[in-house]
């Protein structure tokens, strides 16, 4: 029997005969538990460099022409300086470099020169977890509602929900605008979340009930029986499906940035260098001006700001957020594998179960007579009970195996067609951090030395519906910084998230 199919045969096996207990990821009560295991060396090291020969993922690999950027500016001279120096090119790092064309294009400021921003990424664009990861862009409609009410209070827990619809929706309606759909193979077919146990039932139409009654708009969230879902899709669970994409991450990152290089305009200059790791980031003061000089393996850049768009690597730059109070690297794994039945039978959009330990969605199809590709993420149980937190490398796969829903929907003898491995950073509160890095210290010896460095990164391997709009939140920041205005806070932005909210040291 080969490994994974022992693993579905183990899995069913289990779900037979023991009570459900899934110790659950990205849930506040259940991550608490696991994120409260203490980690295994201490102190806890900071993370690494990202690896140097990561697995190969469905998004970056599955095509020669999906990543038209991943060498960018690889080889070409470094500047010598930058007004912002953006680490890290994700979703958070492009997106900061975009929101700031569009906030610079829509002041129309007087400027003397154009803004220059450069963005630095240790291996290939986007290689990171926006490279590598399931593809889902659903924002939250109510899921832990009331335990973030009852944790923080009603307005936060509102703002939970509202940040991820805009930025979700602020991503789709920028595809739809552009004409991108089908560039990036968005799919919009809603997300069915089904509930496997009484107590997730419970609880579920509990958080529905509770928002429900703090105002937040839940007109399109539709409740499945366990007959309509089995009828319609064939799984023998209640849920409710809510609103939600699917995209391939990679082609609408490469569009945001191609976006924002082509808007520059005489506002901004916008320069990538991949494979250019940085390697430490140091700081001057002069008499009238205090800069930062960023290390690569390729020279330096003296650069007045500096952001740190790095995820679950950014220990590796600010050491002081390794361990558990910080950003805690975490591997997650996904896989395509193709399905045994056609399209008619597979009428999923896409789901999530297990409370978020099981995911995935079928792929839009080319030919009518083509089974379905389905990405497959989650599976955590294989992986317990370190769950791979405190784990950065991303050149090794760990045996996984197929959900037990939609039984008979696979040929258990074949192989995935992908595995891959990708790193999320994951927080004790399962929120970003977003703001200012000098923030984060309550004793700040060197006083400048964050002072113009920012972050937003941790965001808990949920960050499709979140990143973009904390890039967002950094943008505005930088911006109100250059042009001398105060930083007013988005409605939607939680409190929470907010480096001066979140001291770690
Ligand atoms: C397996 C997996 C499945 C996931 N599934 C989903 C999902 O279905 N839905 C969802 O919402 N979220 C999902 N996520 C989470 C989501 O992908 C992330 O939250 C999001 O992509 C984070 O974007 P980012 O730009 O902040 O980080 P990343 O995309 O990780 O980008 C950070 C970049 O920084 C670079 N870097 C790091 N250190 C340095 C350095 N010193 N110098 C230069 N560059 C550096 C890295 O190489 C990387 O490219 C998943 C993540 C993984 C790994």
Redo the contacts with the bound molecule.
Sequence with gaps: MKDWTFLVFCFLLSWSIMPVNPQILGKLEHSQKVLETPPLEHPTPP?K??SHNPTRSFWIDSSPDANPLAGHGSKDPLPSEADICI?????????VAYHLIELLNNASLSVKRPLRIVI???????????????????PAAFLEFSQRQALFNTAEAIKSYELEQHTASLLVKIIEENGWASDTDLVEGGHINLLFTEKEEKDAHKDFDMARQAQLNLDDVEWLSKEEVEEEYGAPYPGFREPGHNVW?LKLVTKLYQHAQAHAGQYASLSLHTR????AVTHETTDNSSTYTVV?NRGSISCSRVVH??????S??LPFLAGPAGIIPT????MTTRASVGTDQIKTPSWSGNEGFA?WFPRPITHDTEKPLIII?GGREAVSPSYELYVDD?SQTHPLFLPSVFEGKYDPDSEPEME??????YTKMGDPFVGPVAELLVANPDGDLYKKQYI??G?????????FGC?EVIAQMIFAEISDKEWKEPDWLPQRYLTWNRRVE
């Design positions: 993370a460099l990202p680490i890290g090119a994700g979703i958070t790092g492009v997106g630095l990424e240790a291996r290939g664009f986007l290689s990171g977890a926006t490279g590598r990861n399931g593809g889902h862009l659903t991450p250019t790791p940085v390697t690569t768009a790095t995820n679950a690597y950014s590796y730059l591997r997650g794994q996904v995911y993420g991303d891959w491995t990708g790193i999320m950073g937003a990164a965001y808990t391997g949920h960050g499709m519906p979140r990143a890039a």
